[in-house]
Every structure is written in structure tokens, then in C-alpha cells.
């Protein structure tokens, strides 16, 4: 538990240095922890230092898990590539589901809002990487599919989320980064009704200060918080839920 504790310390440093080399607030940087595998009392240790944001990429975990820490109340997102035969466990739990990546999803979702009599936040998953490992909407193809999603009144796009590319080569995952600011600011000249994208979920563990300097408000952090997974960060990242 030191250790954790020990280690959100150095992530805090790492993203005030990086804010301060960018030029940027340290208060529109925002640590998501990944809890993908970690156990509950970790969990809850974490959240206890002052940690507020937490992600689950599967629906099983996130079930388990939150009932295990709501009494922290923590904000929740979910990550993972959502079936539609699980919208109604992920709006139990979750306040922004940061995978929105085809229309069919959209639409699930929007009719099950509609008979919760709920709305919720939502960011546009987008395949920087062009890998077709990965899931989310091709760029050149986001604009036209926000524009679809953005009519579904249940349904807030407040952001865009990338993977990016799992990769040593600093300039190759900047580019992943560069190219979601980009589209970022496209869409926001646009002014699309019901589109508010002032969020980039991008960066993680490895890579998190080049997502600052490209202009990233969540970076979300596991192993550099809770240690070595039995799998790297590709297999979950992809996994099917």
C-alpha cells in the first residue's frame, strides 16, 4: 500500500512537469486509474489518497468492483469494447462510457436511456493508430459519425478517447495524439448541436506526458500506480466484452 501511494506521488510529479513544460493548468489534467485486475482494497486505498476517477474495460470487473467501492463514490468511466447485451450492467455502475464506436451501440444505448429515463456522457473511441487490431471509428470518418450520434438527445458526446499506438517510438505515438487534438478542434468549429468535446482521453502509463503536451485532459494510469499485470496492456485493451 506505501508503494501505491508512493507511486501516485511520482505520477502527480510527472503530469505537473509535463503541464509546466507544456504551458499548461495542472487542473485540466485529470488521473484515470485503470483498474482493470486490481483488487478492491487497493482500490479503495488508492481512491482514499485523493484519487477520484476510475475506469473498468470489463463488464464483469466493473460490477464486482464498484459495489465494493461506491461508499467512496468515485466517478466511473467504462473503456471497453461494449456488446449491446451489456448497455444495461454499464449504466448501473457507469457516468461516461468512453467506447462509443459504431452506430448500433448508439442507437442500444439511446433506446435504454430512453426506457431508464436517463442521459449520460459519452466520449467517440477513434482509431489514431490505424491498426485494425483496434476497435473505434476511423478518423476521417468521425465527423459524419458525431453527427449521427449527436442526434440521440439521451446521448452527450463530451469527448473523444484513442488507444493510440502501444509503441516505443515516441514520434509515431505522438502522432496518435496530434491527430485527436486535431480532430478536436474541427469538431468544435463545427459547433454540432448536443457536442461539447472539451475532453481527450489519451496517454497512458508509458506515454503520458507526450498526451499532455498534445493537449490530453485525462491520462489514465495502472501499472505505473498498481505494478505489473500478468498481460500487457494489448491484451486487454482489445478484449471482447
Known amino acids: 500500500m506505501d508503494l501505491i501511494a508512493k507511486n501516485i506521488n511520482i505520477i502527480n510529479q510527472r503530469i505537473q512537469?509535463?503541464?509546466?513544460?507544456?504551458?499548461?493548468n495542472l487542473s485540466d489534467v485529470r488521473m484515470l486509474l485503470a483498474t482493470k485486475t486490481?483488487?478492491?482494497?487497493?482500490?479503495?486505498?488508492?481512491?482514499?489518497?485523493?484519487?477520484?476517477?476510475?475506469?473498468?474495460?470489463?463488464?464483469?470487473?466493473?460490477?464486482?468492483?464498484?459495489?465494493?467501492?461506491?461508499?467512496?463514490?468515485?466517478?466511473?468511466?467504462?473503456?471497453?469494447?461494449?456488446?449491446?447485451?451489456?448497455?444495461?450492467?454499464?449504466?448501473?455502475?457507469?457516468?461516461?462510457?468512453?467506447?462509443?464506436?459504431?452506430?448500433?451501440?448508439?442507437?442500444?444505448?439511446?433506446?435504454?436511456?430512453?426506457?431508464?429515463?436517463?442521459?449520460?456522457?459519452?466520449?467517440?473511441?477513434?482509431?489514431?493508430?490505424?491498426?485494425?487490431?483496434?476497435?473505434g471509428i476511423a478518423p476521417n470518418e468521425t465527423i459524419d459519425f458525431i453527427r449521427e450520434v449527436a442526434a440521440f438527445d439521451t446521448i452527450h458526446i463530451k469527448g473523444l478517447m484513442t488507444i493510440g499506438l502501444l509503441s516505443s517510438d515516441s514520434k509515431e505515438v505522438r502522432k496518435c495524439f496530434r491527430l485527436l487534438k486535431e480532430l478536436q478542434k474541427k469538431i468544435m468549429a463545427l459547433k454540432i448541436p448536443n457536442v461539447d468535446i472539451k475532453e481527450l482521453s489519451m496517454?497512458?502509463?508509458?506515454?503520458?506526458?507526450?498526451?499532455?503536451?498534445?493537449?490530453?485532459?485525462?491520462?489514465?494510469?495502472?501499472?505505473?500506480?498498481?505494478?505489473?499485470?500478468t498481460y500487457p496492456d494489448s491484451y486487454y485493451w482489445n478484449e471482447n466484452e
Open 17 to 24: 512537469t509535463a503541464c509546466n513544460r507544456s504551458n499548461r
Open 203 to 229: 496517454g497512458m502509463s508509458s506515454d503520458l506526458e507526450i498526451a499532455i503536451e498534445e493537449g490530453a485532459t485525462i491520462i489514465r494510469v495502472g501499472t505505473a500506480i498498481f505494478g505489473d499485470r
Open 38 to 135: 486490481v483488487d478492491t482494497n487497493r482500490i479503495n486505498f488508492a481512491l482514499a489518497q485523493g484519487v477520484s476517477l476510475i475506469v473498468e474495460n470489463k463488464v464483469q470487473e466493473l460490477k464486482e468492483k464498484c459495489s465494493a467501492v461506491c461508499h467512496l463514490n468515485p466517478e466511473v468511466h467504462f473503456i471497453g469494447h461494449l456488446q449491446t447485451n451489456k448497455i444495461k450492467e454499464v449504466l448501473k455502475w457507469a457516468s461516461c462510457i468512453e467506447s462509443i464506436d459504431r452506430i448500433s451501440l448508439a442507437k442500444k444505448l439511446h433506446q435504454r436511456l430512453r426506457l431508464e429515463k436517463k442521459e449520460i456522457d459519452v466520449y467517440i473511441q477513434v482509431n489514431t493508430s490505424f491498426e485494425e487490431s483496434k476497435f
